[in-house]
């Protein structure tokens, strides 16, 4: 054990969180003129400094979105799956100390992500929401202006948002046990399917998957080419997109698919 002093008593008010920085871990001390309680000091939802909240009956309450933990235990009355660590602490002679050797361990177990020297780095979300997609932007702003994206602002390539896509996590197969005998794991199953069934060249594909459309332009040469051969390889087509069209892209897969827009232009 290595006995650090954190505080004198007398820096505490009865109830009052308190924020403290010991070996660039942020507690916070609790003490009810009874026993003192030191915790880890970042709410587990975003991150916000809990030595900034209030005591209510006896919870510790985050000053951001109101999170709820025992200040005598960590836990969190609303969820017990939350809890805050707990460090031993203990009163002798008047003074406040901890164990700054469990300090060291919980570092080493859970590095801390803030960087205190960088522009507001002691509120750095921890948890950061793709409904604040724009936060780092903003902050980057708010440090540099425009001296690095320069005097017309970030520009990129045409895309959106993938958040907003389909993902490969949202496939599910319904396997319909139900419906009829469901098959051994042996038993062979296709996956083939036709695109335009009643045309007179109808495009048969080994997948019910295709690579979506992406102009050249948008993509990289190189970028267009692989995503050819790899949906080549993998039995299925890819789609030219609305703007610029590769021949090399198209060379390397046999299931091509022409975009054509409303507004009369693509391939």
Known sequence: MKKHLLTPLSCLASK????????????????????ISVLYGRCLHRGALLGDGHIQGENLICGLHGWDYRYDTGISEHSNLASLHKFNAWIEDTNVYIDMSEVENFLIQNPQPFDRQAYQGDYADTHPETT????????????????????????????INRNILPLWEKIQFLPAQLHKRPLFDGDQ????????????????????????DMSFGALSKEAKIALAKGAESAGTGICSGEGGMLPKEQENNSRYFYEYASAKFGF
């Open 16 to 35: 009052k969180p308190k924020h403290f920085l010991v070996n660039g871990l942020d507690l916070v001390a609790i003490y009810d003129e009874i026993d």
């Open 132 to 159: 604040e997609p724009y936060t780092k932007y903003i902050q980057e702003l708010a440090r540099n202006g425009l001296q690095k994206f320069g005097y017309h602002g970030p520009y990129a390539s045409m895309g």
């Open 189 to 212: 199953v296709t996956t083939k399917i036709k695109i335009g069934e009643k045309a007179k060249k109808p495009l048969a594909l080994d997948l019910p998957i295709i690579v979506s």
